[in-house]
């Protein structure tokens, strides 16, 4: 096994898909002994190489803002999808919980919403500013009342915070496709989807003081360890400002000072 794993890397497979081979072919050999094919199971004692954790990307600030200035006009499709757009980003929430949100769930005046997370955790987010302000005109006459009159409503999705043309639940497919749309429209093809929106949520507040435990409750992570992952981004990112940014944070050539300085 360990030749064989050797194998693998010589040809250039990455970390990740060296264990997934490793992974099945580990299946293959409990299946066999389970069958009673073979005696026993020669990868019992080994291990899957260690995978390298993966850091989460996160769009700048500039192109968050390119994002959300892609949603133009005032009819009740572009309300939804900047409300859509509004929370991913402003609150942190995935994908899931954002489209299993009901009418019940929002509480625009006290800028609160009750997200139902992993394992039917409850927790409450706050809403920001212009989330709030992108609730209003949604749920305002001429926004969720008029896809809500649509034909073919479901009675389940009556109560659906965010509905489709048809006037159902708003699918997770659905909300995919809103994000993907706008992606294209702001030049981020390829850079966007629904879970960078919640890198990028927590990486800025990060990058702005925040608490990580404040984040860590923010996001719904049951181990503050998964939220620490954004602090390595974080000092990353603010290393690259810095380097990019200060005069002395590179060495110059030809001069021992940046010019003009002394």
Sequence with gaps: MARYVAHLRAGGLAPASVARAMVAVRSLHRFLVVEGSSPSDPTAGLRPPPVPQGLPKALSEEEIG??????TGEGPGP???????????????????????SLPDVAVDEQLVRVLGKGNKERLVPLGRYARQALDAWLGPGGRDAMANARSVRRADSAALFLNVRGGRLTRQGAWGIVRHYGRRAGLEGKLTPHVLRHSCATHMLDHGADIRVV??????????????????????????YDS??????????TDSPAGLT
């Design 79 to 101: 309300r939804r999808d900047r409300a859509v757009l509004e929370l991913l980003y402003g609150t942190g929430m995935r994908i899931s919980e954002l489209t299993g949100l």
């Design 216 to 241: 860590q409750e923010l996001l719904g992570h049951a181990s503050i360890a998964t939220t620490q992952v954004y602090t390595k981004v974080s000092s990353e990112r603010l290393r690259a400002v």
């Design 245 to 254: 940014a200060h005069p002395r944070a590179v060495a110059t050539t030809g």
């Design 66 to 71: 390119s994002l959300l200035a892609a949603v």
